[in-house]
């Protein structure tokens, strides 16, 4: 089946240091959805990527999908003790809600 | 305009027991996706209901059982509880897919936590 790798695991990062997560498949993808799970919550979602090399902005954040859809990155920006959560990018097929969501990571923010 | 809501928030079971948990889509959303998500791992989907039927299904057991109702609400079943079972379960709701190359939005309820002794 379809699996989705993300990298790093663990980021921890000085407020107002930047932070990037990557998200891998070996397979090309239909599309690709990023989430937001703070501690103690559950998965929001924040975008959705689904033509290549497409990029998104939101605020402090940048999203990415990569040439060959087999890629997806998130960057933030100048990071705030807000953006403490686990970042999920998770994919999916065209007609099918399935979500195949990657291992996460997980950022933690020194003050 | 209500979310998704799951009940109950917290459950404590034994090895060997049934559990039902209950979702309440979001209002317009007629489809409804169940997901498993253990302590430091990503969500894994186990079923997808639309029309009251079994739409997709991820690799759980059969001891994994659903039930979508016409208010399009839903019901996950889980027999036989192993300590594995433990974990947080998620409903999400969103339009089903009708059209090609197109994706909805789904929304996530706040989760059920089962805990398994």
């Known amino acids: 089946g379809q699996q989705v790798m993300q990298i790093p695991q663990y980021q921890h990062v000085q407020e107002g240091e930047d932070f990037t997560t990557y998200c891998n498949s070996s397979?090309?993808?239909?599309?690709i959805q990023w989430y937001k799970q703070r501690p103690g919550g559950h998965p929001v979602f924040l975008i959705q990527l689904v033509k290549s090399g497409e990029v998104k902005k939101q605020k402090r954040l940048t999203f990415q999908f990569g040439e060959a859809k087999k890629n997806s990155s998130l960057h933030i920006t100048a990071t705030q003790t807000t953006d403490v959560g686990t970042y999920f990018c998770a994919a999916s097929n065209f007609g099918n809600e399935k979500l195949t969501f990657g291992t996460g990571t997980r950022l933690t923010i020194i003050p | 305009d209500a979310g998704v809501t799951q009940s109950p928030t917290h459950l404590i079971k034994t090895r060997g027991q049934q559990v039902t948990l209950r979702c309440s889509p979001k209002s317009g959303h007629d489809t409804v996706s169940w997901y498993q998500q253990a302590l430091g791992q990503g969500p894994q989907f186990i079923f997808q209901?639309?029309?009251?039927?079994?739409?997709q299904r991820g690799n759980f057991p059969d001891r994994f059982s659903g039930h979508q109702f016409p208010n399009y609400s839903s019901e996950l079943n889980v027999n036989a509880l192993l300590l594995g079972d433990s974990a947080l379960y998620l409903c999400?709701?969103?339009?089903?897919?009708?059209?090609?190359?197109?994706?909805?939005?789904?929304?996530f309820g706040p989760g059920t936590r089962l805990t398994v002794l």
């Open positions: 397979t090309t993808l239909s599309n």
């Open positions: 209901y639309y029309e009251e039927e079994e739409r």
């Open positions: 999400a709701s969103s339009f089903l897919v009708t059209r090609a190359y197109s994706y909805n939005e789904q929304f």
